[in-house]
């Protein structure tokens, strides 16, 4: 079964940090390019930083900028969201999705790990 899992939400405070995992299983992530996407009650879905399939290209929503990292280990078929800064408005569920490329539709996607900012 092909299948994104994502990892490491929680409870954070103001200026806070957070590593999200996105792991995939059942195919080979390094042939994909990786999105993280967020979306918080009553708000539309938010895409927040993409990577490629080498890691050798990221982009951020600018939202994120400047606070989110974006990375890959193929060898562990695994892509990280390091989360930095953290603010109310960053609370959400955070998603990943596995691509062809970062403009192309996501093609797999998890069930989220909720982020909570707050004090």
């Known amino acids: 079964q092909l299948q994104v899992v994502e990892s490491g939400g929680g409870l954070v405070q103001p200026g806070g940090s957070l590593r999200l995992s996105c792991a995939a299983s059942g195919f080979t992530l390094d042939n994909y390019a990786v999105h993280w996407f967020r979306q918080a009650p009553g708000k539309e879905r938010e895409g927040v930083s993409c990577?490629?399939?080498?890691?050798?290209?990221?982009n951020y929503a600018d939202s994120v900028k400047g606070r989110f990292t974006i990375s890959r280990d193929n060898a562990k078929n695994t892509v990280y969201l390091q989360m930095n800064s953290l603010k109310p408005e960053d609370t959400a569920i955070y998603y990943c999705a596995a691509a062809r490329h970062c403009a192309a539709k996501y093609e797999y996607w998890g069930q989220g790990t909720q982020v909570t900012v707050s004090s």
């Open positions: 990577i490629s399939y080498s890691g050798s290209s990221t």
